[in-house]
């Protein structure tokens, strides 16, 4: 770590230990369909850590969608939810469990790729029937969080401790106007951060109005149609001036080094309240088509807990590999640990030893990406 690092840590580090909590447990089901016994399966999986009634009741629930990419690229020309992205019935099921346990308002987001459009038409070109997700519960409202959306103005999420590259995020003001949030993710590798999980999900917050390609020098570009490689993996832009800029421009460019403490500190700025990560399908060697080598799989897995670090730990071993491993080592090979990270910010732990697994054991349950 850096010394700028070391010092934001001990900065923010009373503030730690106040609010950081023993690991919460993580429910594991191995399951093959996405039929419409999967209400059944989740609402078990809940029951497991504690219920879901306690965690929504009367409140706004938004959930984070995984639509990373464009929908015209394909796998072997599936269905883009058995590959890449959420599938339908997995949020047809979240949606219909939440409105069950008495959420007041139900918002489905994501930054959709390359367009500030309404994300009910991205939901449709991406082959969802939009009509069966709104008649699940009461409630449901979607957002594109790609820019300023329905709301008057960017919300600004401060990081913890000041921020390990940037201090707060400009991000969409459904981050910000909510209770619960919740990442609906897919038990996936990634190609420079290893794995995409609960907490990658988070990385697809920002949006490309300002931290896009195309994103406004001054102001936002409330048009975007690029994504947001050159700001927040590569680092060759600043964001657009109307946001907070980088701590240190002079560190390190490398997206190994950048990715995996940006996904830190946006989950530190916008902590993760529930982590539903589905690994019934989906791809094994990468994140998307554009990856080189990738190839879909079916482990038959589904990961829920209300800590995404623990989540995501769980979900780490249960792909084959050691959630504490250092850089070098699969499937951190060419970059530093994004849950070690977010562990040091005091955001869970990434301990298998003191996390509960409950249901499907991991020994038992592991399906190797590697």
């Known amino acids: 770590m850096t010394r700028r690092e070391v010092f934001a840590l001990l900065g923010g580090a009373a503030g730690i230990r106040a609010a950081q909590a023993p690991a919460a447990p993580v429910a594991v089901a191995r399951y093959q369909s996405y039929d419409d016994n999967l209400v059944t399966v989740l609402s078990k999986m809940f029951d497991q850590i504690g ?84 008649a699940a519960a009461s409630g449901v409202e979607f957002e594109n969080t790609n820019a300023l959306g329905k709301g008057a103005r960017y919300a600004r999420l401060k990081v913890p401790g000041g921020g390990l590259i940037f201090p707060a995020y400009d991000v969409n003001h459904s981050y910000q106007d909510t209770d619960v949030l919740v990442s609906l993710a897919k038990l996936k590798n990634h190609e420079t951060c290893g794995v995409t999980l609960a907490m990658k999900n988070m990385f697809g917050i920002t949006p490309a109005s300002i931290y896009g390609d195309d994103a406004g020098r001054g102001e936002p570009n409330e048009r975007p149609g690029k994504g947001r490689g050159e700001t927040c993996h590569f680092g060759k832009r600043q964001p657009a001036a109307s946001a907070p800029p980088e701590l240190d421009p002079t560190s390190s460019r490398d997206p190994g080094h950048r990715m995996p403490r940006i996904t830190a500190e946006l989950n530190a700025a916008r902590p993760i309240g529930i982590a539903f990560i589905d690994g019934i399908e989906t791809l094994a060697g990468g994140e998307g088509p554009w990856n080189k080598g990738v190839r879909p799989v079916k482990p038959g897995l589904l990961i829920l807990g209300t800590n995404a670090v623990s989540t995501d730990a769980v979900a780490t071993a249960l792909m084959g590999y050691d959630p504490r491993s250092p850089r070098g080592v699969p499937p951190f090979a060419h970059c530093d640990n994004t849950l070690l990270l977010a562990e040091r910010l005091g955001l869970g732990s990434a301990d298998l030893n003191k996390i509960e697994v409950r249901g499907a054991p991991v020994a038992e349950s592991v399906y190797r990406f590697g």
């Open 51 to 134: 219920g879901l009634d306690r965690l929504v009741k009367g409140k706004t629930v938004t959930v984070k969608l995984n639509l990373t990419g464009s929908p015209a690229l394909r796998v072997e020309g599936r269905p883009l939810g058995v590959t890449h992205y959420t599938h339908p019935r997995t949020a047809g099921a979240m949606a219909h469990l939440l409105g069950r346990a008495g959420a007041r308002r139900i918002r489905f987001v994501e930054s959709c790729w390359a367009t500030s459009g309404p994300l009910e038409e991205y939901l449709l070109d991406s082959g969802w029937n939009v009509r069966t997700l709104t």
